[in-house]
């Protein structure tokens, strides 16, 4: 059976599994759905990540967010994995465990 995720599970692992990564694309672990909540950056910067393109697809969509300088994220942007950044120099977020996992 595939985990059920109530808010109060989201509002928990927002601090439980936190993380800072000045690697952005180190974090690819199929188990593990991230939601970006800011990065840092000195200037310009691109952020290519993946994600699936509906509910119960197998394919993943590709998805390029770009700006400048340090952005939060009011509104987490949910990725399977980061696929190419140019001008990042820090993601932070917090993950879940990707119900495909079990």
Do not use: C
């Not at 180190?26 to 509910?55: C, M």
Request: proline letters at 7%; zero cysteines.
């Amino acid at each position: 059976m595939k985990p059920f995720h109530l808010p109060g599970d989201f509002f928990r692992l927002s601090y439980q599994n936190q993380f800072s990564e000045s690697t952005p694309t180190d974090l690819n672990d199929p188990k593990r759905i991230y939601f970006l909540t800011g990065l840092e950056a000195s200037g310009s910067w691109t952020l290519t990540v993946h994600g699936f393109s509906s509910q119960g697809s197998k394919d993943y969509r590709e998805h390029i967010r770009s700006g400048s300088g340090n952005t939060q994220f009011f509104h987490p942007i949910a990725v399977d994995k980061i696929a190419g950044h140019t001008g990042v120099s820090r993601v932070y977020g917090f993950w879940v465990p990707s119900p495909s996992s079990n």
